[in-house]
């Protein structure tokens, strides 16, 4: 059974941090590209950041570049966002996601989602 539960969301002033983290069961993470995504209320969900499988390369978002950070452990079979520097717009629900393509197939995982604010 194929899980990815997210944690570390919550509620933080501008300015602050928190590092959200998403541990996957179920199949074989290393394997698998991972990204975060956000969703705010009345928007399209975003991507955020991603990481290839043996996190050698990560892309981010604009609006995140220089404050977000994403990375993985594959022996623990998790991945985090470490957000420096919040901002009110970054408020949203973050979801994880795993991603892996083959010449015959395509997998595509999500988790439920955290929910950060930020708010003074």
């Known amino acids: 059974q194929v899980q990815l539960v997210e944690s570390g969301g919550g509620l933080v002033q501008p300015g602050g941090s928190l590092r959200l983290s998403c541990a996957a069961s179920?199949?074989?993470?290393?394997?698998?590209?991972m990204s975060w995504y956000r969703q705010a209320p009345g928007k399209e969900r975003e991507l955020v950041a991603a990481i290839t499988s043996a996190g050698g390369s990560t892309n981010y978002a604009d609006s995140v570049k220089g404050r977000f950070t994403i990375s993985r452990d594959n022996a623990k079979n998790t991945v985090y966002l470490q957000m420096n520097s919040l901002k009110p717009e970054d408020t949203a629900v973050y979801y994880c996601?795993?991603?892996?393509?083959?010449?015959?197939?395509?997998?595509?995982?999500w988790g439920q989602g955290t929910q950060v604010t930020v708010s003074s």
């Open positions: 179920g199949f074989t993470f290393s394997s698998y590209a």
């Open positions: 996601n795993a991603e892996r393509e083959t010449p015959w197939d395509e997998y595509d995982y």
